[in-house]
């Protein structure tokens, strides 16, 4: 007997924070789902930067249906206060929601999904469009159909070029042996790689300021080690934020840190640099700039990410042409507009294609904007599960928890086991004072300031 369109599951791409969100509201909603990931168990990519301390602590990392799914299995919350690594966000949280029992029969790992398309039907046919199955097809050829398509795949396995604009740098392909993506783990697994080397790192964002704090640290471990900073803007000030001055301490003393170092010379910052070129030559690498040419032993390009639509290109999708958002969305985390971002709570109007039943989610949803955080995720997850449901009344009810002050600590200290939030990090403004509960804009001030375009295109959470 054929399985008839309502009875389909909704497919979910992607078991990572807010793929698993959205299948724990989908189990709490007894709708029917598939979550497929790519990697062999939950949250591959935020395995990835395990060793990156998250600057919210784990009260805004979990969200409410994945809570209260959790408690019923038995599981302690971790202290709320705490800030934890990527790794204790994975072992501690993601790994015990994906086995709980509700959740684990219907992940499938291992299944990368390779194309969504409308069973019969390419994405110019209008007819009968939203009774027709969508059909999700994986990388081992098998084809799998669904009601309801929600991609929370991510951005990771995308980061943006070296190139200042927009496009690869000139020998930026055949120089990628000698090229690191966002985050290595300088301290840890990857040591040796950038140990008595010399590393530049270009970009401005968050993952730039992790690793070149990581690097300063192994510069006074291991003799020979050097750091270059490029940016291409022509001062690092929005880099370093207030500091003392900052209203946000934890941002300021990050700005400090990174301030201190390149004040002593264990940071060696070149400013005005536009990334070219780049040359492997001898067993190193030059990279050219406009304003000179630094020759190192590896780059780090921390760059920021890019969403990858070419695997949805079948639907029918409303993209905004700078963001790739939802161009409902796009004007609400706009970084030309939200440098220190208020973003106010969306869901599933402002995250809807013309496509019926296909939601992008999670940070994927924001294309190339930086500023995305779990807990806005979560609450997209919940919206959009709910317009899934047909109750929109719920999908609707849009809000984000967060409070005044502690979201987004920004100060990744490495050398502790226990660090907590220390609160007060993000301010309220008064367009948030102005609009009414419940609608709220939530204060999401981040830990850097964005720079827009180009190679220095970051400032948010997860550039
Ligand atoms: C270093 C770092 C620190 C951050 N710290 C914070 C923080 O403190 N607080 C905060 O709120 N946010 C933080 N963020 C931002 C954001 O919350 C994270 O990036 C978060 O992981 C996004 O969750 P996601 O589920 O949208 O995407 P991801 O975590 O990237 O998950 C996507 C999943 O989809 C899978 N996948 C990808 N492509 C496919 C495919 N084609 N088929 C099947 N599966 C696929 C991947 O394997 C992955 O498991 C941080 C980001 C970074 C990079």
New binding site residues.
């Given amino acids: 007997m054929s399985t008839s369109f309502d009875e389909l599951p909704v497919a979910v791409?992607?078991?990572?924070?807010?793929?698993l969100a959205a299948a724990a509201h989908l189990a709490e909603r007894e709708i029917p789902f598939v979550v497929?990931?790519?990697?062999d168990g939950?949250?591959?990519?935020?395995r990835q930067?395990g060793h990156?301390r998250?600057?919210?602590p784990w009260r805004?990392?979990v969200d409410a249906a994945a809570r209260r799914l959790l408690a019923e299995a038995g599981w302690v919350e971790p202290d709320p206060d705490v800030?934890p690594m990527?790794a204790q966000l994975a072992d501690d949280y993601l790994r015990p929601l994906a086995d709980v029992p509700t959740l684990k029969p219907h992940i499938r790992y291992d299944?990368?999904?390779?194309a969504v398309t409308r069973l019969g039907m390419d994405r110019v046919r209008t007819a009968d469009r939203a009774s027709t199955p969508l059909l999700v097809r994986l990388a081992d050829g098998d084809d799998l159909l669904a009601r309801a398509v929600i991609d929370?795949?991510?951005?990771?396995?995308t980061p943006n070029v070296l190139g200042a604009s927009g496009i690869p740098a000139h020998g930026e392909t055949q120089a990628a042996a000698y090229v690191e993506h966002?985050?290595p783990d300088v301290l840890g697994a990857d040591r040796d790689r950038f140990a008595g080397k010399r590393t530049v790192v270009v970009g401005a964002g968050?993952?730039a300021a992790?690793t070149l704090l990581a690097l300063a640290e192994l510069a006074g471990q291991a003799p020979g080690t050097s750091v270059v900073w490029a940016i291409r803007s022509t001062s690092a000030a929005r880099t370093y934020g207030g500091e003392a001055a900052d209203a946000l301490p934890a941002r300021g003393a990050l700005g400090s840190r990174l301030r201190s170092h390149v004040d002593d010379g264990t940071i060696e910052l070149v400013t005005g640099f536009a990334v070219q070129s780049v040359e492997a030559t001898a067993g190193r690498v030059r990279v050219s700039g406009g304003v000179g040419t630094i020759t190192a032993d590896r780059i780090v390009s921390a760059t920021g990410f890019r969403p990858d639509h070419t695997?949805v290109s079948e639907l029918r999708l409303d993209l905004d042409p700078i963001l790739g958002s939802t161009r409902a969305l796009a004007p609400l985390i706009d970084p030309n507009e939200h440098s220190c971002g208020t973003v106010p709570p969306h869901g599933a109007d402002e995250l809807a294609h013309p496509e019926p039943g296909f939601y992008a989610?999670?940070?994927?949803s924001y294309g190339r904007a930086p500023t995305?955080?779990?807990?806005t995720?979560y609450e997209q997850a919940r919206s959009v599960v709910a317009a899934l449901a047909g109750d929109w009344a719920a999908a609707r009810d849009v809000q984000l928890d967060l409070p005044e002050t502690g979201v987004c600590n920004s100060d990744p200290v490495l050398d502790s086991d226990t660090i907590t939030s220390s609160g007060g990090c993000c301010g309220t403004t008064a367009a948030a004072e102005a609009e009414p509960a419940g609608r709220r804009r939530a204060p999401l001030t981040l830990i850097s300031v964005t720079e827009t375009g180009g190679s220095d295109q970051a400032g948010g959470?997860?550039d």
């Fill in positions: 791409i992607g078991g990572g924070p807010v793929g497929l990931e790519a990697g939950p949250a591959a990519m935020v930067w990156v998250l600057f919210s805004y990392n800030l990527g299944s990368r999904v390779v929370a795949s991510g951005t990771w396995a966002a985050l968050h993952s992790n695997f989610i999670g940070v994927k995305f955080l779990l807990a995720g959470c997860c």
